[in-house]
């Protein structure tokens, strides 16, 4: 009775570790910057300026060299975050929006390989758009600033999802 007490203790264990190590699709906003502030501390996000309207949620994150940046977040109807967009509105920063982009990925799609979706994405090219079994990414560099969306299959409506960026809607930088 006591060696199967031990190993029905051992498999409900065992259970508890494989559930929390799964990947959780569906976070909230607040959860999202909880975890993102924990995780990177040299992030410092404004969430005492967060903006909330019509499923979007609005905040700034300023990282350790004072680059500052734009997140949005976009719930479904139950609240859950279907979709991120980053910016920076200083073109040149395109080092510290890879590492802010990288870092952000792995909190919220952390079963992808953010190094390899950063090669696909934020590559020198003025637009990008790349797709993963879970997720669709978007790039843009633009004189405007250097923009990143990430959103969920899962939650994305059952129609047929269109980029957010599209190479028609890219402002290229004048030729000198």
């Given amino acids: ?27 909230s906003p607040e959860l999202f910057v ?10 410092s996000p404004e969430t005492e300026n967060m903006f ?15 680059t500052r940046f734009a997140l949005e977040m976009t719930s479904d109807e139950r609240g859950r975050v279907q979709k991120i967009s980053l910016a920076c509105a200083d073109s040149d920063k395109t080092d510290a929006f890879s590492a802010f982009v990288r870092d952000v990925i792995s909190v919220y799609a952390a079963d992808e390989d953010a190094e390899a979706v950063l090669k ?13 079994l879970r997720y669709y990414y978007s790039f843009s560099d633009t004189e405007a600033g250097l923009f990143f969306a ?14 957010t960026l599209k190479p028609n809607d890219i402002i290229t930088k004048p030729a000198e």
């Fill in 1 to 27: 009775m006591k060696r199967f007490l031990a190993v029905l203790i051992f498999l409900l264990g065992a259970l508890l570790l494989l559930a929390s190590c799964t990947v959780q699709a569906e976070v």
């Fill in 34 to 43: 909880s975890r993102f502030a924990k995780n990177y501390p040299s992030y």
């Fill in 120 to 132: 696909k994405t934020v590559n020198g090219e003025s637009f990008a758009y790349h797709e993963t």
């Fill in 150 to 163: 990430v959103e969920n299959k899962k939650l994305s409506p059952e129609k047929e999802v269109v980029p």
């Fill in 52 to 66: 909330y309207e019509n499923g979007k949620s609005v905040l700034f994150v300023t990282d350790s060299d004072k």
